[in-house]
């Protein structure tokens, strides 16, 4: 009887485990041939850098490498789906704040935009805000434009984003406080500038 319990959890994990993967959007990133010097010549492989995510706020990345290149791409995709983070995105829309991120020569800023502005970005940075769920956002690559460093990057700049109500709870404070007092203090300087002038 135990036995048929246990049998029957299982089904149940695996069956809500494929649905979640099947909310799952993959993004082939960059496919490429490498070679390996061998005593009869060369050996041919392919490794590809995947991006996936739930276009809900978590994404992950991850690269393969096999002598063919499904093989390649389903090897990155395990891994990708292995290291999913979830970043707070502001409306289910945007992200919260500017940011900066850097991974070796790879330097991306990415900026949050108001509705109606659409994804900003080119080449591997898209497809990582794009799988992410982002709709509005401007990116920049201002560094090196190889695929890997350029998907880490935006990595990085993704986990520095946090929610006000992330930053209320590490000062132990209410989000309106947060979020007050940022209008306070822009008004404040608005004032300040039209007593100047």
Known sequence: MARRDEQRGDRRNR????????????????????AATVKGGRRFSFAALMVVGDQKGRVGFGHGKAREVP??????????????IRVPLRESRTLHHDGNGRWGAGKVMVRAAPPGTGVIAGGPMRAV???LGVQDVVGKSVGSSNPYNMVRATFEALKAQSSPRQVAAKR????????????????????AADAEG
């Open 71 to 84: 093989e390649a791409i389903r090897k990155a995709t395990e891994e990708a789906k292995k290291s999913m």
């Open 172 to 191: 132990g404070k209410k989000v309106s406080d947060v979020i007050g007092r940022r209008a306070d203090g822009a008004s404040a300087q608005a004032a």
């Open 15 to 34: 069956s809500n485990e494929e649905e979640r993967d099947s909310e799952i959007v993959e993004k082939l990133v960059h496919i490429n041939r490498v």
């Open 129 to 131: 805000l794009e799988t």
